[in-house]
Protein backbone atom coordinates (compact mmCIF):
# COMPACT_ATOMS: atom_id res chain seq x y z
CA UNK A 1 0.00 0.00 0.00
CA UNK A 2 2.69 2.02 0.87
CA UNK A 3 3.88 1.72 -2.71
CA UNK A 4 0.45 2.49 -4.53
CA UNK A 5 0.12 5.31 -1.99
CA UNK A 6 3.32 7.02 -3.56
CA UNK A 7 2.49 6.38 -6.87
CA UNK A 8 -0.70 8.03 -7.29
CA UNK A 9 0.43 11.42 -4.68
CA UNK A 10 3.17 11.05 -7.68
CA UNK A 11 0.71 11.04 -10.60
CA UNK A 12 -2.51 13.29 -9.36
CA UNK A 13 -1.21 14.83 -6.06
CA UNK A 14 1.99 15.74 -6.47
CA UNK A 15 1.67 19.37 -5.35
CA UNK A 16 1.91 18.25 -1.80
CA UNK A 17 5.66 17.29 -2.38
CA UNK A 18 7.83 19.80 0.17
CA UNK A 19 4.87 20.70 1.59
CA UNK A 20 3.75 21.14 5.29
CA UNK A 21 0.63 19.39 5.90
CA UNK A 22 -2.09 18.43 8.53
CA UNK A 23 -3.16 15.35 9.29
CA UNK A 24 -6.65 15.10 10.78
CA UNK A 25 -6.40 11.93 12.98
CA UNK A 26 -9.24 10.64 15.67
CA UNK A 27 -6.91 7.65 16.81
CA UNK A 28 -8.71 5.49 14.76
CA UNK A 29 -7.18 2.86 12.18
CA UNK A 30 -7.44 4.79 9.03
CA UNK A 31 -6.24 8.06 10.53
CA UNK A 32 -3.24 6.34 12.35
CA UNK A 33 -3.03 4.70 8.57
CA UNK A 34 -2.70 7.59 6.74
CA UNK A 35 -0.21 9.58 9.54
CA UNK A 36 2.20 6.55 9.64
CA UNK A 37 1.98 5.98 5.18
CA UNK A 38 2.63 10.30 4.99
CA UNK A 39 5.64 9.95 8.28
CA UNK A 40 7.07 6.97 6.05
CA UNK A 41 6.90 8.58 3.06
CA UNK A 42 9.21 11.59 4.65
CA UNK A 43 6.50 14.26 4.23
CA UNK A 44 6.79 17.01 6.55
CA UNK A 45 3.41 16.34 8.82
CA UNK A 46 1.53 17.78 11.94
CA UNK A 47 -1.20 16.18 13.99
CA UNK A 48 -4.57 17.39 14.77
CA UNK A 49 -6.94 15.74 16.90
CA UNK A 50 -10.16 17.21 18.05
CA UNK A 51 -12.16 15.61 21.51
CA UNK A 52 -15.28 16.26 20.78
CA UNK A 53 -16.29 15.21 24.85
CA UNK A 54 -18.98 12.61 23.15
CA UNK A 55 -17.53 9.73 25.06
CA UNK A 56 -16.62 10.57 28.19
CA UNK A 57 -13.29 8.99 29.48
CA UNK A 58 -12.85 7.40 26.09
CA UNK A 59 -12.56 10.50 24.47
CA UNK A 60 -9.74 11.74 26.64
CA UNK A 61 -7.89 8.23 25.99
CA UNK A 62 -8.43 9.06 22.50
CA UNK A 63 -6.56 12.27 23.08
CA UNK A 64 -4.10 10.74 24.89
CA UNK A 65 -3.15 8.41 22.38
CA UNK A 66 -2.83 10.54 19.66
CA UNK A 67 -0.78 12.74 21.63
CA UNK A 68 1.97 9.82 22.44
CA UNK A 69 1.90 8.90 18.51
CA UNK A 70 2.70 12.57 17.47
CA UNK A 71 5.62 11.86 20.48
CA UNK A 72 6.81 8.48 18.98
CA UNK A 73 6.62 10.11 15.27
CA UNK A 74 8.27 13.46 16.61
CA UNK A 75 5.59 15.56 14.74
CA UNK A 76 4.12 18.83 16.13
CA UNK A 77 0.76 17.88 17.31
CA UNK A 78 -2.08 20.08 17.67
CA UNK A 79 -5.20 19.09 20.59
CA UNK A 80 -8.40 21.02 21.40
CA UNK A 81 -11.70 19.89 23.71
CA UNK A 82 -15.01 21.02 22.34
CA UNK A 83 -18.36 21.04 23.82
CA UNK A 84 -20.27 19.31 20.32
CA UNK A 85 -23.02 18.92 22.21
CA UNK A 86 -23.69 22.45 23.51
CA UNK A 87 -22.53 23.30 20.26
CA UNK A 88 -25.26 21.55 18.04
CA UNK A 89 -28.25 22.59 20.40
CA UNK A 90 -27.25 25.99 19.82
CA UNK A 91 -27.21 26.04 16.03
CA UNK A 92 -30.09 23.69 15.75
CA UNK A 93 -27.93 20.93 14.08
CA UNK A 94 -26.98 17.72 14.49
CA UNK A 95 -24.06 16.34 16.59
CA UNK A 96 -22.41 14.94 13.80
CA UNK A 97 -23.00 18.58 11.80
CA UNK A 98 -21.78 20.33 14.82
CA UNK A 99 -18.39 18.12 15.10
CA UNK A 100 -18.12 18.75 11.61
CA UNK A 101 -18.01 22.51 11.66
CA UNK A 102 -16.01 22.70 14.63
CA UNK A 103 -13.26 19.93 13.00
CA UNK A 104 -12.70 22.22 10.39
CA UNK A 105 -12.81 25.85 11.35
CA UNK A 106 -9.98 24.89 13.76
CA UNK A 107 -8.09 22.86 11.31
CA UNK A 108 -8.47 25.91 9.19
CA UNK A 109 -7.16 28.50 12.33
CA UNK A 110 -4.35 26.56 13.00
CA UNK A 111 -3.08 26.27 9.29
CA UNK A 112 -3.36 29.77 9.16
CA UNK A 113 -0.92 30.22 12.46
CA UNK A 114 1.59 27.91 11.61
CA UNK A 115 1.93 28.35 7.80
CA UNK A 116 0.67 24.86 7.02
CA UNK A 117 -0.15 24.12 3.73
CA UNK A 118 -2.73 21.26 3.46
CA UNK A 119 -5.45 19.62 5.41
CA UNK A 120 -4.85 15.94 4.73
CA UNK A 121 -7.71 13.67 6.02
CA UNK A 122 -8.33 9.87 6.54
CA UNK A 123 -11.42 9.35 4.04
CA UNK A 124 -11.38 6.04 2.10
CA UNK A 125 -13.19 4.41 -0.69
CA UNK A 126 -15.85 3.05 1.53
CA UNK A 127 -17.05 6.61 3.00
CA UNK A 128 -17.32 7.39 -0.48
CA UNK A 129 -19.99 5.27 -1.17
CA UNK A 130 -21.57 5.48 2.07
CA UNK A 131 -22.08 9.29 1.55
CA UNK A 132 -23.03 8.37 -1.81
CA UNK A 133 -26.07 6.46 -0.46
CA UNK A 134 -26.79 9.35 2.44
CA UNK A 135 -27.40 12.04 -0.44
CA UNK A 136 -29.12 9.93 -2.58
CA UNK A 137 -31.62 9.07 0.31
CA UNK A 138 -31.82 12.45 1.47
CA UNK A 139 -32.42 13.87 -2.37
CA UNK A 140 -29.70 15.51 -3.83
CA UNK A 141 -28.51 16.71 -7.26
CA UNK A 142 -25.45 15.60 -9.12
CA UNK A 143 -23.08 17.10 -6.88
CA UNK A 144 -24.23 14.71 -4.01
CA UNK A 145 -23.81 12.25 -6.24
CA UNK A 146 -20.28 12.22 -7.34
CA UNK A 147 -19.08 10.93 -4.40
CA UNK A 148 -15.80 12.86 -2.22
CA UNK A 149 -13.67 15.36 -3.60
CA UNK A 150 -10.39 13.91 -3.35
CA UNK A 151 -9.13 17.82 -3.20
CA UNK A 152 -11.49 20.41 -2.26
CA UNK A 153 -9.34 23.94 -2.05
CA UNK A 154 -6.89 22.96 0.88
CA UNK A 155 -8.21 19.45 1.98
CA UNK A 156 -6.60 16.87 0.52
CA UNK A 157 -7.84 13.13 0.35
CA UNK A 158 -4.56 10.77 -0.75
CA UNK A 159 -6.19 7.22 0.48
CA UNK A 160 -9.28 7.71 -1.86
CA UNK A 161 -8.19 4.86 -3.98
CA UNK A 162 -7.73 2.50 -0.78
CA UNK A 163 -10.87 0.43 0.27
CA UNK A 164 -11.49 -0.58 4.16
CA UNK A 165 -9.52 -4.16 4.00
CA UNK A 166 -6.44 -2.49 2.20
CA UNK A 167 -6.35 -0.51 5.15
CA UNK A 168 -6.80 -3.37 7.87
CA UNK A 169 -4.42 -5.63 6.06
CA UNK A 170 -1.63 -2.38 6.27
CA UNK A 171 -2.48 -1.68 9.91
CA UNK A 172 -2.20 -5.38 10.61
CA UNK A 173 1.03 -5.73 8.69
CA UNK A 174 2.72 -3.40 9.54
CA UNK A 175 1.38 -4.24 13.57
CA UNK A 176 0.48 -0.51 14.03
CA UNK A 177 -1.98 0.35 17.11
CA UNK A 178 -5.24 2.31 16.79
CA UNK A 179 -8.38 3.43 19.41
CA UNK A 180 -11.74 1.45 18.23
CA UNK A 181 -14.20 3.64 18.69
CA UNK A 182 -17.55 1.69 20.12
CA UNK A 183 -19.61 3.69 18.59
CA UNK A 184 -18.86 3.14 15.61
CA UNK A 185 -20.66 -0.57 15.72
CA UNK A 186 -23.84 1.04 17.01
CA UNK A 187 -26.59 2.40 14.19
CA UNK A 188 -27.55 5.04 15.67
CA UNK A 189 -26.37 6.99 13.30
CA UNK A 190 -26.94 7.04 9.51
CA UNK A 191 -24.03 6.47 8.49
CA UNK A 192 -22.93 3.46 10.60
CA UNK A 193 -26.65 1.73 9.57
CA UNK A 194 -26.13 1.77 5.69
CA UNK A 195 -22.04 0.79 6.86
CA UNK A 196 -23.57 -2.47 8.54
CA UNK A 197 -26.95 -3.17 7.40
CA UNK A 198 -26.88 -1.55 3.65
CA UNK A 199 -23.51 -1.73 2.30
CA UNK A 200 -22.41 -5.21 2.95
CA UNK A 201 -25.96 -6.30 0.99
CA UNK A 202 -24.83 -4.55 -1.57
CA UNK A 203 -21.35 -6.28 -1.57
CA UNK A 204 -23.06 -9.35 -1.47
CA UNK A 205 -25.38 -9.15 -4.94
CA UNK A 206 -21.96 -7.36 -6.07
CA UNK A 207 -18.28 -8.41 -4.91
CA UNK A 208 -17.13 -5.96 -7.75
CA UNK A 209 -19.58 -2.92 -5.86
CA UNK A 210 -16.28 -0.73 -5.25
CA UNK A 211 -15.04 -0.76 -8.47
CA UNK A 212 -18.14 -1.00 -10.13
CA UNK A 213 -19.47 1.96 -8.22
CA UNK A 214 -16.09 3.84 -9.19
CA UNK A 215 -16.71 3.78 -12.66
CA UNK A 216 -19.87 5.00 -11.91
CA UNK A 217 -18.83 7.70 -10.46
CA UNK A 218 -16.27 8.57 -13.27
CA UNK A 219 -19.49 8.26 -15.40
CA UNK A 220 -21.42 10.92 -12.91
CA UNK A 221 -18.51 12.99 -13.09
CA UNK A 222 -18.33 13.34 -16.77
CA UNK A 223 -21.87 14.24 -16.96
CA UNK A 224 -21.43 16.97 -14.72
CA UNK A 225 -19.51 18.40 -16.20
CA UNK A 226 -21.09 18.86 -19.20
CA UNK A 227 -23.76 20.49 -17.18
CA UNK A 228 -21.49 22.86 -15.72
CA UNK A 229 -20.38 24.07 -19.32
CA UNK A 230 -24.15 24.30 -19.91
CA UNK A 231 -25.33 26.13 -17.15
CA UNK A 232 -21.69 28.77 -17.38
CA UNK A 233 -23.08 29.07 -21.32
CA UNK A 234 -26.50 29.88 -19.87
CA UNK A 235 -25.39 32.17 -17.14
CA UNK A 236 -23.56 34.34 -19.24
CA UNK A 237 -27.09 34.97 -21.19
CA UNK A 238 -29.45 35.62 -18.45
CA UNK A 239 -27.51 37.31 -15.86
CA UNK A 240 -25.27 40.61 -15.69
CA UNK A 241 -23.67 41.66 -12.42
CA UNK A 242 -24.34 44.75 -11.63
CA UNK A 243 -22.82 46.33 -7.30
CA UNK A 244 -21.46 42.71 -6.42
CA UNK A 245 -24.87 41.76 -7.24
CA UNK A 246 -26.17 39.10 -9.54
CA UNK A 247 -29.38 40.44 -11.86
CA UNK A 248 -31.26 37.24 -13.66
CA UNK A 249 -33.14 38.14 -16.58
CA UNK A 250 -36.63 36.68 -15.31
CA UNK A 251 -38.00 36.47 -19.28
CA UNK A 252 -34.65 34.69 -20.14
CA UNK A 253 -35.38 32.60 -17.41
CA UNK A 254 -38.82 31.35 -18.21
CA UNK A 255 -38.08 30.92 -21.53
CA UNK A 256 -36.00 27.95 -20.49
CA UNK A 257 -36.63 24.25 -20.94
CA UNK A 258 -37.43 24.05 -17.46
CA UNK A 259 -36.85 27.37 -15.31
CA UNK A 260 -36.60 25.03 -11.85
CA UNK A 261 -33.80 23.10 -12.53
CA UNK A 262 -32.05 25.61 -14.47
CA UNK A 263 -32.54 27.71 -10.91
CA UNK A 264 -31.27 25.07 -9.19
CA UNK A 265 -28.21 24.79 -11.50
CA UNK A 266 -27.94 28.68 -11.33
CA UNK A 267 -28.24 28.88 -6.92
CA UNK A 268 -27.14 25.63 -5.36
CA UNK A 269 -24.67 26.58 -4.39
CA UNK A 270 -25.42 29.65 -2.97
CA UNK A 271 -27.26 27.39 -0.10
CA UNK A 272 -30.76 27.16 -1.21
CA UNK A 273 -33.27 24.52 -0.43
CA UNK A 274 -36.57 25.94 -1.23
CA UNK A 275 -36.65 25.90 -4.75
CA UNK A 276 -40.44 25.88 -5.38
CA UNK A 277 -40.11 28.93 -3.80
CA UNK A 278 -37.12 30.26 -5.78
CA UNK A 279 -39.32 29.32 -9.16
CA UNK A 280 -42.33 30.57 -7.73
CA UNK A 281 -40.49 34.28 -7.63
CA UNK A 282 -40.62 33.99 -11.58
CA UNK A 283 -44.02 35.22 -11.67
CA UNK A 284 -44.02 36.75 -8.12
CA UNK A 285 -44.73 40.66 -7.16
CA UNK A 286 -41.51 43.07 -6.90
CA UNK A 287 -40.78 42.88 -3.48
CA UNK A 288 -40.71 39.15 -2.66
CA UNK A 289 -38.07 37.26 -2.00
CA UNK A 290 -36.40 34.08 -0.97
CA UNK A 291 -33.52 33.70 1.66
CA UNK A 292 -31.08 31.40 2.67
CA UNK A 293 -28.25 31.63 5.41
CA UNK A 294 -25.94 33.39 3.21
CA UNK A 295 -27.87 34.89 0.44
CA UNK A 296 -31.06 36.85 -0.47
CA UNK A 297 -32.86 36.36 -4.03
CA UNK A 298 -34.98 39.38 -4.78
CA UNK A 299 -38.26 40.13 -7.35
CA UNK A 300 -37.52 43.64 -8.36
CA UNK A 301 -39.47 44.04 -11.62
CA UNK A 302 -38.08 42.18 -14.48
CA UNK A 303 -35.21 40.51 -13.07
CA UNK A 304 -34.11 38.36 -9.55
CA UNK A 305 -31.62 40.03 -7.80
CA UNK A 306 -28.91 38.05 -5.71
CA UNK A 307 -26.99 39.54 -2.86
CA UNK A 308 -25.34 38.41 -0.20
CA UNK A 309 -26.61 38.95 3.05
CA UNK A 310 -24.07 40.56 5.68
CA UNK A 311 -24.40 41.41 9.28
CA UNK A 312 -24.17 44.87 9.65
CA UNK A 313 -27.34 45.76 9.58
CA UNK A 314 -27.11 46.40 13.81
CA UNK A 315 -23.81 47.53 13.52
CA UNK A 316 -22.62 51.25 14.01
CA UNK A 317 -19.61 52.14 12.36
CA UNK A 318 -17.53 55.34 14.40
CA UNK A 319 -16.76 58.86 12.85
CA UNK A 320 -14.00 60.58 15.07
CA UNK A 321 -13.86 64.35 15.05
CA UNK A 322 -11.21 65.28 12.36
CA UNK A 323 -12.02 62.21 9.95
CA UNK A 324 -11.15 62.95 6.62
CA UNK A 325 -12.26 60.02 5.00
CA UNK A 326 -13.42 56.07 5.78
CA UNK A 327 -13.34 53.31 3.81
CA UNK A 328 -16.06 51.14 5.09
CA UNK A 329 -18.82 50.04 5.16
CA UNK A 330 -19.44 53.31 2.81
CA UNK A 331 -16.53 55.16 1.14
CA UNK A 332 -17.33 59.32 2.59
CA UNK A 333 -14.54 61.80 2.60
CA UNK A 334 -14.95 64.81 5.21
CA UNK A 335 -13.68 68.50 4.33
CA UNK A 336 -13.80 71.11 6.76
CA UNK A 337 -14.46 74.52 5.64
CA UNK A 338 -14.53 77.89 8.12
CA UNK A 339 -16.48 80.72 6.93
CA UNK A 340 -15.02 83.88 7.28
CA UNK A 341 -16.43 87.30 8.05
CA UNK A 342 -14.56 89.76 6.41
CA UNK A 343 -17.01 90.84 4.13
CA UNK A 344 -21.49 90.06 4.15
CA UNK A 345 -20.69 89.67 0.38
CA UNK A 346 -17.99 86.83 0.36
CA UNK A 347 -19.67 84.79 3.12
CA UNK A 348 -22.73 85.13 1.05
CA UNK A 349 -21.64 83.74 -1.94
CA UNK A 350 -19.23 80.76 0.01
CA UNK A 351 -22.65 79.51 1.65
CA UNK A 352 -24.40 79.92 -1.83
CA UNK A 353 -21.91 77.54 -2.95
CA UNK A 354 -22.12 74.88 -0.31
CA UNK A 355 -25.72 74.66 -0.38
CA UNK A 356 -26.81 73.91 -3.79
CA UNK A 357 -24.54 70.31 -3.14
CA UNK A 358 -25.98 67.40 -5.06
CA UNK A 359 -27.67 63.88 -3.70
CA UNK A 360 -23.81 62.64 -3.14
CA UNK A 361 -22.30 65.77 -2.19
CA UNK A 362 -23.61 67.45 1.57
CA UNK A 363 -22.43 70.35 3.64
CA UNK A 364 -23.67 70.25 7.18
CA UNK A 365 -23.29 72.91 10.10
CA UNK A 366 -20.11 71.84 12.16
CA UNK A 367 -21.40 73.03 15.00
CA UNK A 368 -24.50 71.18 15.37
CA UNK A 369 -22.95 67.70 15.28
CA UNK A 370 -21.68 65.98 18.23
CA UNK A 371 -18.87 63.42 17.50
CA UNK A 372 -18.24 60.67 17.44
CA UNK A 373 -20.66 60.76 14.51
CA UNK A 374 -21.58 56.72 12.89
CA UNK A 375 -22.81 55.46 10.04
CA UNK A 376 -25.40 52.12 10.47
CA UNK A 377 -28.55 50.98 8.64
CA UNK A 378 -32.35 51.78 9.18
CA UNK A 379 -33.49 51.12 12.73
CA UNK A 380 -37.18 50.95 13.22
CA UNK A 381 -39.08 53.94 14.57
CA UNK A 382 -36.20 56.33 12.61
CA UNK A 383 -37.00 59.33 11.46
CA UNK A 384 -35.78 62.74 10.02
CA UNK A 385 -36.61 65.89 8.49
CA UNK A 386 -35.77 65.71 4.78
CA UNK A 387 -34.64 69.07 3.63
CA UNK A 388 -37.29 71.15 1.69
CA UNK A 389 -39.90 69.68 3.37
CA UNK A 390 -41.53 71.26 6.23
CA UNK A 391 -41.53 68.55 9.26
CA UNK A 392 -40.47 65.55 10.16
CA UNK A 393 -41.18 62.02 8.38
CA UNK A 394 -41.25 58.69 8.90
CA UNK A 395 -37.92 57.29 7.38
CA UNK A 396 -40.02 53.80 6.05
CA UNK A 397 -42.59 56.25 4.53
CA UNK A 398 -39.73 58.06 2.86
CA UNK A 399 -38.41 55.08 1.87
CA UNK A 400 -41.54 54.14 0.24
CA UNK A 401 -42.26 57.32 -1.17
CA UNK A 402 -38.90 56.89 -2.95
CA UNK A 403 -40.09 53.84 -4.73
CA UNK A 404 -37.54 52.33 -3.37
CA UNK A 405 -37.04 48.16 -4.09
CA UNK A 406 -35.92 46.54 -0.91
CA UNK A 407 -32.76 45.99 -2.06
CA UNK A 408 -32.06 49.41 -2.21
CA UNK A 409 -33.62 50.07 1.36
CA UNK A 410 -31.37 47.62 2.71
CA UNK A 411 -28.59 48.96 0.59
CA UNK A 412 -28.53 52.94 2.10
CA UNK A 413 -26.75 53.96 5.05
CA UNK A 414 -27.52 56.56 7.38
CA UNK A 415 -25.20 59.44 8.88
CA UNK A 416 -25.91 60.22 12.25
CA UNK A 417 -25.06 62.60 15.00
CA UNK A 418 -25.95 60.92 18.53
CA UNK A 419 -29.12 58.76 17.39
CA UNK A 420 -30.70 61.52 14.97
CA UNK A 421 -30.22 61.10 11.47
CA UNK A 422 -28.33 63.60 9.69
CA UNK A 423 -28.23 62.49 5.83
CA UNK A 424 -30.09 59.41 4.25
CA UNK A 425 -26.57 58.70 2.50
CA UNK A 426 -26.83 59.89 -1.07
CA UNK A 427 -30.65 60.04 -0.80
CA UNK A 428 -31.69 63.66 1.74
CA UNK A 429 -30.30 65.65 3.91
CA UNK A 430 -32.08 66.52 7.51
CA UNK A 431 -33.09 70.20 7.28
CA UNK A 432 -31.99 70.70 10.43
CA UNK A 433 -28.27 70.18 9.79
CA UNK A 434 -28.09 72.04 7.02
CA UNK A 435 -25.46 75.14 6.27
CA UNK A 436 -27.34 78.84 6.95
CA UNK A 437 -26.21 82.36 7.13
CA UNK A 438 -25.35 81.87 10.48
CA UNK A 439 -22.90 79.13 9.77
CA UNK A 440 -19.55 79.70 10.84
CA UNK A 441 -18.07 75.98 10.27
CA UNK A 442 -19.19 73.59 7.79
CA UNK A 443 -18.45 69.89 7.49
CA UNK A 444 -18.78 68.62 3.38
CA UNK A 445 -19.06 65.10 2.74
CA UNK A 446 -18.54 63.40 -0.11
CA UNK A 447 -19.96 59.98 -1.30
CA UNK A 448 -17.16 58.36 -3.76
Not at 98 to 104: E, G, I, K, N, S
Not at 252 to 277: A, C, I, M
Not at 368 to 382: E, I, Y
Amino acid sequence: MKAALQEHINQNLSFLTDEKLLVAISGGIDSVVLTDLMHQLKFSISLAHCNFSLRGKESNKDEQFVKNLGEKLNAPTFTIQFETDKYATENGISTQMAARDLRYNWFEKICKKNNIDYIITAHQKDDVIETFIINLTRGTGLNGLTGIPEINGNIVRPLLPFDRNDILIYATKNKLQWREDQSNSSIKYVRNKIRHKIVPVLKELNPSLLDSFQNTLENLKGSQQIVKDRIENIKQKVTITLNNELHFDVLKLKNLSNPKVYLFQLLNEYGFTEWDDLTNLLDAQSGKFVVSKTHRLLKNRDFLILSEITSEENTSFQIKENTTKIENPIKLKFETIDIPFDTKNHQTKILNELIFDDNNTISIDYNKLKFPLSVRKKQKGDFFFPIGLNGKKKLSKYYKDEKMSLLEKENTWLLCSENAIVWVIGKRLDDRYKVTKLSSKVLKIRKS
